[in-house]
């Protein structure tokens, strides 16, 4: 079924303790896209600058994505930089260049308007609440945050809470939107804010999601070697989205199975700098990840 | 069916960020035998001082744990102080008298010799080998360790894992010791040291269970007010050895449900201080969380 996501598109400059990495192709809308394309086609609005190279447009054309969404504007590409500590869970961004992306105001193509999954990547609330308002058959929605949002344009932020059904966060983000340390209450907090559903992302320790009538958790796939973490919150969103879309509903056990096809698309992520490993998983191996965790997770 | 476990019976001072107490009953016995005696009689061998109240030794008979392999020695019961932070994983060791433990070698009672299904609560190494000796009829021993002697009495554990059927970490107890951060190698390097099963716990991120033949992994129950951290592993331990004792057997689905019987004994024990909450617990009440966990975790 029609999956849209706004989102950005852009070059990360990535260090790890291992490796590091120059103008890797990243961006939210990016992982969204190539995570959600194994399930259904993909529709993608957001920006770029003269430098984005038309191979990383046909690359995503090639998964099915439908990138006439995609506005190209003067100056460069939206592009970021961080780095990773050993643990994995400490990063320390390095710059951020918003370039483009600073004047955005997505205008999605007619052909776009009629989507019925929309997932709403981290950007600030009012672009994420102007990409709503031209998607009147909306039937669930999905909006992702961050710090930043929360600490600076909070009276937006609890705007689009109101609108979407679902609120995607990291454990640091549910704390300081709640003001709540217990991720439960911190989960139940944000309900009260509005969405039907928060999802909550705890990165190598899994994930749950939360509404008045449903309750899910499960651990992450178990991954022996992470190479770059970035962009997994996003393949997490896209395997997620990608398979609700695909089923083309939104009953209790297509969110939990949702949940495990978001935590399998993760799970590909990490183990490459970029979109490397993810890329070239075809449905197949998503299937046979999907089933391994579910024999890992099942009584 | 016999489940023996040896370990400590002591008070402790605890401190957390909302409420203290002194002379809280705890210790590793204690914890494990008010868990698992949910399930089945518990064997209970350790050592206590003079100053050990009797009315704590008849709440643990009234529970149906036979103590009489608890031994009375003169002087005072181990005796420990802690403090713990906000964030509740960050717990600070103020003292540790060992007082009657320093020179405890434990004496199994005759009737005990024959017990099936023993549980090598955390001691060090040498002691720990000294009860499985007597324990000529053993069908399934699992041991607890701690730092202390990962860093100082490495030998000795070795020894000890070659003969045991699990060893039970914590995250940093297994990378310590084997000498690597991700977690799944760590659980496989130490796999590669004899056990059958390594029992890893994450506290409130849940536990996995890793051997050759097995993986099972599961998130903790969802506990939105937690008192009192202490003895939770402990919980853990004893009703996952409880169930495999009243199963009277090692299957796969077995193991599988006992993992979730000790994630649901160790969530009511930290939801009050020393045993208070997780004594005032029956087997319905158990199998009502038991299921309402599987409910959580189920695709």
């Known amino acids: 079924m029609s999956l849209l996501v706004l989102g950005t598109l852009a070059y990360d400059d990535i260090e790890t303790p291992f490796d590091r990495r120059t103008r890797a192709l990243g961006g939210s809308a990016v992982y969204f896209a190539v995570a959600a394309s194994t399930f259904c086609p ?12 038309e191979r990383h447009l046909e690359l995503l054309r090639g998964r099915g994505v439908d990138t006439s969404g995609v506005e190209r504007a003067a100056g460069d590409s ?17 710059f951020t260049r918003l370039n483009v992306l600073e004047n955005f105001h997505p205008k999605l193509p007619a052909a776009f308007c009629d989507s019925r999954y929309v ?18 058959q909306r039937k ?16 937006d932020l609890k705007q689009l809470l109101s609108k979407v059904d679902g609120i995607v966060l990291n454990d640091e983000e549910a704390r300081m939107l709640a003001g709540e340390r217990n991720l439960i209450r911190a989960a139940r907090k944000v309900l009260a804010m509005g969405p039907r559903y928060v999802l ?28 770059d973490p970035t962009g997994a919150g996003d393949c997490f969103a896209g395997g997620f989205m990608g398979a ?39 449905r197949a191996e998503i299937e046979q990840r999907f089933n391994e965790l579910l024999q890992i997770t099942t009584v």
Chains 1, 2 share one sequence.
């Open 42 to 53: 993909v529709r993608l609005c957001g920006i770029i600058g003269k430098d984005f190279e």
């Open 78 to 94: 939206f592009h970021w930089g961080g780095r990773y500590e050993a643990d994995w869970n400490t990063r320390t961004t390095l």
């Open 119 to 136: 997932f709403l990547a981290n950007a600030e609330p009012k672009v994420q609440l102007e990409a709503l308002a031209q998607c009147p």
């Open 140 to 155: 669930f929605v999905v909006a992702d945050t961050m710090n930043f949002w929360i600490e600076q344009f909070l009276p």
């Open 200 to 227: 909550l992302k705890k990165g190598e320790h899994g994930a749950f999601l939360i509404g008045e009538d449903a309750h899910f958790s499960l651990p992450a796939y178990p991954v022996d070697q992470v190479v």
């Open 244 to 282: 609700i879309a695909a089923a083309d509903n939104i009953e209790p056990r297509t969110l939990r199975r949702a949940m495990l096809y978001g935590t399998v698309t993760a799970s590909f992520c990490v183990q490459g700098f970029s979109i490397e490993d993810i890329a070239r998983r075809g």
